[in-house]
């Protein structure tokens, strides 16, 4: 793969782009349903140590969730599926896949159980910070929880055989009817139950997820049949989901452990990390897990193929990097200039306070310095689980985990809830340099395109500074006035600046992944006319 000025996309790059742009519309609805979900609870119930409450029960059912399916979903469910759902292997395919929805149900179901029973001592752990009423309230919330853990490993099993298939409408928006879920409960049960609302708009948007799955396999065409017997197919996942679960477990120790330093820092530092969180994800959403994704089912069939496809292999994983890096780098500029009009205008409403939008401001700004780091590792790990190795990726995660904990335990006395957030960007820097080393080490990367990687950073870098520069300068220029029109006004017109300047001047450097989207776009509306 090449990047000559003037030379056409390639057919794996049309069709990465064309189903990142699928998942990004589904990312953007998602993501702004989750912005619609945090702003929701935001203004119903603050920033207070109840809400703190919650955010350790939500930590709880997505970390089993995680466990269970969720940390297997894009390691080992889609490259399993994947390699089972070629045109004469419908069979195969559904065997498989009744197998994963069987055993892994079971376990599902189990999990759910359990925590409705052990959650006062899972509380007593995670919000050791809190007093005895907010460890009760989130003991209450943990158990009311409990049923989604079950609901929505049924729906990422199912969502992983629309991306095995290459059906990525439907897992795409799964998030979309989570948020949903949560959003209409507190509108509508806030004001008669409280906090407790939230707890069941959870159970609520996973069963939206589940159903909305379910619809896809449907329109798809492939049949769902559980069964428990023990597949060979299923036996090759659960081994390589073995170094996964490993560092899942680390990983989720961590966020115990993480839960348990912001406690202790002050009893709205979670909340003001969660909704740091939710802006951090928005671009991770749009284009690391978009393009990565897209990539990892043509990945894994390339790996596993011949030689040739193998070659094929290197071209689209340094496409999928190179497309990573141009748009994340401009969006994280944009992100950190713009973090407090960000704020500002998503959570400043109700019971959120000016100091919360400067505290949330803040740690935005620290999550910033690593968001490129960890766009980028998460391409680089997707496209190891591709070629099955799933040991490397856990090594190092395990390794970064350490790197987290030594620099947490170092800053957290003189910096409190920032020091967390600086850990956290330091770990993923760690992480993406490893993983870079290790892709360059096995040779999964041509030499071209390791070049062209390099291209596209001394492109996009000096761009992106320019983008940053000129959105500041707009938002210095305007003054700050109460009313949401002027707050979106801040917001919109330094990003839109910014942001089309950062395209001319990648335009003008004849950047060819700009051209490659460019050309997309272009298809689209001339097939819609």
């Known amino acids: 793969m090449?990047?000559?000025?003037?030379?056409?996309?390639?057919?794996?790059?049309?069709?990465?782009?064309?189903?990142?742009?699928?998942?990004?519309?589904?990312?953007?609805?998602?993501?702004?349903?989750?912005?619609?979900?945090?702003?929701?609870?935001?203004h119903y119930f603050g920033a207070t140590g109840a809400?703190?409450?919650?955010?350790?029960?939500?930590?709880?059912?997505?970390?089993?969730?995680?466990?269970?399916?969720?940390?297997?979903?894009?390691?080992?469910?889609?490259?399993?599926?994947?390699?089972?759902?070629?045109?004469?292997?419908?069979?195969?395919?559904?065997?498989v896949l009744?197998?994963?929805?069987?055993?892994?149900?079971?376990?599902a179901a189990l999990a759910t159980g359990g925590l409705a029973v052990f959650a006062p001592e899972l509380v007593s752990i995670m919000g050791k910070g809190f007093g005895r009423d907010l460890q009760e309230l989130a003991a209450s919330l943990m158990r009311t929880t409990a049923p989604a853990v079950f609901l929505m490993s049924l729906a990422g099993?199912?969502?992983?055989?629309?991306?095995?298939?290459a059906a990525f409408f439907w897992p795409s928006f799964m998030a979309a009817a989570f948020n949903c879920g949560i959003i209409a409960a507190v509108i509508t049960l806030s004001k008669p139950l409280g906090l407790p609302a939230l707890a069941l708009g959870v159970v609520l948007g996973a069963a939206w997820q589940l159903c909305l799955q379910l619809a896809g396999a449907r329109r798809v065409g492939f049949r769902l049949h559980p069964?428990?017997?023990?597949?060979?197919?299923?036996?090759?996942?659960?081994?390589?989901?073995?170094?996964?679960?490993?560092?899942?477990?680390?990983?989720?120790?961590?966020?115990?452990?993480?839960?348990?330093f912001a406690s202790q820092t002050g009893e709205r530092s979670l909340a003001w990390m969660a909704s740091a969180t939710t802006l951090v994800q928005l671009p991770l959403g749009?284009?690391?897990?978009?393009?990565?994704?897209?990539?990892l089912p043509e990945l894994s069939r390339a790996w596993h193929g011949s030689n040739s496809h193998q070659e094929t292999y290197g071209s689209v994983l340094g496409f999928s990097l190179r497309l990573v890096i141009v748009l994340i780098l401009p969006a994280t500029a944009l992100l950190a200039v713009l973090a407090v009009p960000t704020v500002d205008l998503l959570f400043e409403h109700g019971q959120f306070a000016r100091t919360d939008t400067f505290a949330t401001a803040r740690a935005l700004m620290v999550y910033c310095l690593g968001l490129p780091f960890a766009a980028v590792d998460q391409?680089?790990?997707?496209?190891?689980?591709?070629?099955?190795?799933?040991?490397?990726?856990?090594?190092?995660?395990?390794?970064?985990?350490?790197?987290?904990?030594?620099?947490?335990?170092?800053?957290?006395?003189?910096?409190?809830?920032?020091?967390?957030?600086?850990?956290n960007s330091l770990q993923w820097l760690f992480h993406a340099v490893v993983m870079s080393w290790v892709t360059l080490r096995k040779h999964a990367l041509p030499q071209e395109e390791r070049v062209a990687i390099g291209r596209s950073c001394l492109r996009a870098v000096p761009s992106s500074a320019i983008c940053a520069t000129a959105a500041a300068l707009v938002l210095a220029g305007l003054p700050t006035k109460p009313g949401l029109g002027w707050e979106a006004l801040r917001l919109l017109l330094p990003g839109v600046t910014g942001a089309a300047l950062y395209l001319l001047c990648m335009h003008a450097l004849q950047s060819s992944e700009v051209r490659a989207l460019e050309s997309l776009a272009l298809a689209k509306l001339c097939a819609r006319r």
């Open 227 to 260: 069964a428990w017997h023990y597949d060979p197919e299923v036996r090759q996942a659960f081994r390589l989901a073995a170094p996964v679960l490993l560092s899942l477990l680390v990983g989720q120790a961590q966020v115990v452990l993480d839960s348990y």
């Open 157 to 165: 099993i199912v969502a992983a055989a629309l991306y095995a298939r």
């Open 98 to 107: 009744g197998a994963l929805i069987g055993n892994l149900g079971l376990l």
């Open 286 to 295: 749009l284009v690391a897990t978009a393009v990565s994704l897209a990539s």
């Open 379 to 423: 391409c680089l790990i997707l496209a190891s689980y591709a070629r099955a190795d799933t040991l490397r990726p856990a090594a190092v995660g395990l390794a970064a985990t350490g790197i987290y904990l030594a620099a947490a335990m170092g800053t957290m006395r003189r910096f409190g809830m920032l020091g967390l957030v600086l850990a």
């Open 2 to 42: 090449t990047d000559r000025p003037g030379e056409p996309a390639r057919p794996s790059e049309s069709s990465i782009a064309a189903s990142a742009a699928v998942i990004s519309m589904g990312n953007v609805t998602s993501r702004a349903l989750g912005l619609l979900r945090e702003v929701a609870i935001s």
């Open 51 to 95: 809400v703190s409450a919650f955010r350790v029960a939500s930590r709880t059912y997505n970390l089993l969730y995680e466990l269970l399916v969720g940390g297997m979903l894009s390691s080992v469910l889609v490259p399993t599926l994947a390699r089972v759902s070629g045109p004469h292997q419908e069979r195969d395919f559904e065997r």
